[in-house]
């Protein structure tokens, strides 16, 4: 293992009493009975280790059983359409992710003839796998030591050695690779790798860690100046942007609502969403000008608008930004015959749902409109 040359690290630790106190922790307390710590290989580690990306275990387990009983290996997610990836994945949020599951697994399976790569370096190189996520493949699936460190690792680790400044910072982030390098054992790889995830998620805990039967504690510094809660350190706060929108809900006479696809880029790519305006008066009639061509053509094939209504604003935040989204209710009273299903919109009915990727706003304005 790289020794610890970094000169802002504290140099009194045992590190390999700090894996073993880990490791002899898991073998008593570790979770060993995850859906995905059965029959493991690197699809599957890969899979789970996407989910988990900012999502709870718990919220993880029914989305990936239900996506190895689709896609049981590389090749039949790189065969599958991505709309069907996207349904799957439609809950879970951060659709860039799925999106590139579905890119990684076509090029492992066309020009890796369906073999993941068996290297951290090799890993990195395939979409949406970093530094870490090829680490935790590397070590669960092959079984060879690399060093992990996501939101749980960073946790434990600013914590026990009091490491100031936010992990999202660069300077913090090395230093924090430097000390999970140093700590990261030889053998018992997968262990150790699957033992620092669950102590960060079971015990080193954002609100209340479980200090008094916590393996490491001994020499954990937040818990020896009872300052558990300054670390990790929060990210300098920014004023978030609002960005207000008008989504389109258009019901048919048979009340399927027209729905169209996003485009690749962009925020919920790939998934099918209502028709956004950004109106220039508060008139709902001459909202209708704005919406898409293909919108209008059909609003307008009929004798009239049964109905038009505008619910209550709500919020949807992003990383980055909040959207603040309108819902305008256009009902009308024919189904229009010029719209036929394409490839980019389609007449959805909520009642007998087709298999669609839907956003999450998407999703709960379908169910309050039935
Ligand atoms: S002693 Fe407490 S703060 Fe320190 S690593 Fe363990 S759980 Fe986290």
Known sequence: MPQNDNPTLPQKIST????????????????????????????????????????QV????????????????????ANADIDEVLH??????????????????????????????????GLVELPGIGRSTAAAIVSIAFEQPATILDGNVKRVLTRHQCIEGWPGNTQTQ??????????????????????MMDLGATLCTRAKPQCTICPVSADCKSYANNCQSDFPNKKPKKAMPKKHVHMLITLNSEGSVYLEQRPDNGIWGGLYSFPECTPASANLNDMLDTA???LRQAIHSGPSIQEIEQWSEFK???????LMITPVIIRLNHSPLTVSDS????????????????????????????
């Open 292 to 294: 898409p061509p293909v």
């Open 88 to 121: 799957l994945w439609t809950g879970l949020g951060y659709y860039a992710r799925a999106r590139n599951l579905y890119k990684a697994a076509q090029h492992v399976s066309t020009s890796l003839q369906g073999d993941f790569p068996t290297t951290v370096d």
């Open 174 to 195: 090395n230093t924090l690779w430097d000390l999970a390098e140093t700590y990261t054992p030889n053998n018992r790889s997968r262990d150790y790798t699957q033992a």
């Open 316 to 322: 949807h935040t992003f990383s980055h930004y909040h």
């Open 16 to 55: 390999p009493s700090f894996a073993q106190h880990v490791l002899h922790w898991f073998d008593d307390h570790g979770r060993k009975n995850l859906p995905w710590q059965h029959d493991i290989n690197a699809y599957r580690v890969w899979v789970s280790e996407i989910m988990l990306q900012q999502t």
């Open 58 to 77: 718990t919220t993880v387990i029914p989305y990936f059983e239900t996506f190895m009983a689709n896609f049981p290996d590389v090749n039949a997610l």
């Open 343 to 370: 490839d980019q919109h389609t007449w959805f009915n909520p009642s007998a749902p087709s298999k669609l990727g839907l956003a999450a706003p998407v999703k709960k304005l379908l169910s309050k409109l039935t």
